[in-house]
């Protein structure tokens, strides 16, 4: 149990909402009426022989519990039944197999939104008064965050004489740390803007008008929020980039969920690891959830191992019934292996289908990243590169440019005209070898998805388009 004094609070104002008596057991207070009792076994005897109506929390169990006598009494406690509640606080997976059949599980759910604000807000006026987005942006940190963690990095930066800038790096460390310790979740930061983005203007625009519609507001007033998308498409032509840059225009934190994680088992059962990632991202919301290669973990996974089926189910219902305000991001290269159901109306407001880039989409892409090193090229170099990358994808684009600049370091000079056209004519697009998939996808997405740019793109072996 990571929050310990909230959970008591918590149990000790459902006890008295019961008209229950509250008592609770240390090692080191042991139980209060009875003498000798930091002993549990000499605490469970007393309280065999006193029957009564009231509520006893056993704190920080875990070590006795491997003791086979005080299993056997709590057992016999179990069965004894009468009006006593038992409480035994200790990490998620305190309770060993052995009691499984007589205990409940009580999970601590991450203290909410409100509860945060009201913690930050008593820190707030001495730090400086914040904006309504920015209030926003620092409860979003803090919320899912133990209380007593927030308080702590409150008065930390109180104390350095910080001001709202140190506070809101301070939790978003805070922040990164416990999404990390949930195993299956990371939070990505920093994060591009629609502006990193070459062409892909139809996702933009999308992403763009509803900018308004992902707020408590909308939600309060009973209105549609946006759900999620799915973006689905060629290798390396932005599908993370735009689910990255979605976050960033709306201003909300971006998790990611590895779905191959969940499945591994590294992080507990699967069912505890994707319930625990649900738990995080409900309490942090609103947010943006990017769910990478969905088809993956909802397919096969890399490992060849299928998605156990209940889980499955639970992941369509959760994205049929989600919190309003999580919305996602899925990203799929493969979508023939996406089960059907993944597609059906209501689960993604729209299917985006990202091709390779167009004459002008390439002109952007590697203006964004001949601009992103300082690199500066003649306007016929341009029209050169462009036109002989046909094909390419925005990744392969950015290696352009990579390769280019190692290439021009490695001889102690800034990069020239001729190392970029060097490095595309030392390079195969993926496409080339590629085609027929390509071409699969593009059969697959008439029809079904929405295009993610406006342009015609660019044609791979096969077809007769230009562009
Ligand atoms: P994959 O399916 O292989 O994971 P992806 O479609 O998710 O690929 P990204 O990871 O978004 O592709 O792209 C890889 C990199 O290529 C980006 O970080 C970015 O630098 C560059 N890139 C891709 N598309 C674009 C674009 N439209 N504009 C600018 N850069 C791009």
């Keep these: ?68 006598e005080v299993l056997r009494a709590l057992r016999e406690h179990a069965h004894a039944g009468g009006g006593r509640v038992l409480l035994l606080a200790g990490r998620e997976d305190t309770a060993p197999a052995a009691l499984e059949p007589e205990v ?102 999308w992403v763009r008008e509803r900018r308004e519609l992902f707020s408590h507001e909308i939600v309060a007033a009973g209105l549609p929020v946006p759900r999620g998308i799915l973006l689905m498409g060629v290798s390396g032509c932005g599908k993370s980039l735009a689910a990255k840059a979605c976050a960033s225009l709306w201003e909300l934190p971006l998790y990611r969920l590895d779905m191959n994680l969940v499945f591994s088992g590294l992080h507990g059962s699967p069912e505890a690891a994707f319930h625990r990632a649900l738990a995080t991202l409900e309490a942090a919301a609103p947010l943006v959830l990017w769910i990478d290669e969905l088809e993956n973990g909802l397919g096969s996974t890399t490992a060849g191992i299928e998605a156990p089926q209940h889980l499955f189910s639970a992941f369509l219902t959760w994205l049929q019934e989600k919190p309003p305000l999580v919305f996602v991001a899925a990203t799929a290269n493969r979508i023939e292996l996406l089960p059907a159901e993944v597609l059906r109306k209501g689960r993604f407001d729209q299917v985006f289908f990202l091709d390779l880039p167009s004459e002008d989409e390439r002109r952007a892409i590697l203006q964004i990243h001949l601009a992103r090193h300082g690199v500066e090229v003649a306007p016929a170099t341009l029209d050169y590169l462009v036109y002989d990358t046909r094909g390419w994808s925005g990744a392969e684009l950015e290696q352009v440019v990579i390769a280019a600049l190692v290439h021009a370091r490695a001889h102690g000079r800034d990069v020239m005209g001729e190392d970029l056209i060097h490095s595309v004519q030392g390079s195969v697009p993926l496409s080339r070898t590629m085609h027929e998939q390509i071409r699969a996808l593009r059969e697959w997405a008439y029809g079904r998805a929405a295009p993610a740019s406006r342009d015609t793109p660019s044609p791979v072996e096969g077809e007769g388009r230009t562009a």
């Design 1 to 68: 149990m990571d929050e310990e004094p909230r959970a008591l609070e918590q149990l000790q104002r459902c006890a008295k909402r019961a008209g229950l008596p509250w008592r609770a057991w240390t090692c080191l207070e042991g139980l209060s009426e009875v003498s000798g009792s930091e002993d549990l076994l000499v605490a469970l005897r007393a309280l065999r022989d006193d029957p009564r109506e009231e509520v006893v929390l056993l704190r920080g169990v875990d070590h006795e519990l491997q003791r086979p």
């Design 104 to 205: 409940g599980h009580l999970v601590q759910a991450p203290p909410s939104r409100a509860e945060v604000g009201e913690v930050l807000c008593g820190y707030l006026l001495e730090l400086g008064a914040p904006s309504r987005e920015r209030l926003n942006q620092l409860t979003s940190l803090a919320a899912g965050l133990p209380l007593y963690r927030v308080r702590r990095i409150c008065e930390r930066v109180l104390a350095t004489k910080g001001d709202l800038a140190s506070l809101h790096d301070a939790l978003l460390v805070a922040r990164k740390e416990a999404v990390r310790e949930v195993g299956v979740l990371e939070l990505i930061a920093p994060l591009p803007s629609l502006e990193d983005i070459g062409g892909l203007e139809g996702l933009k625009e």
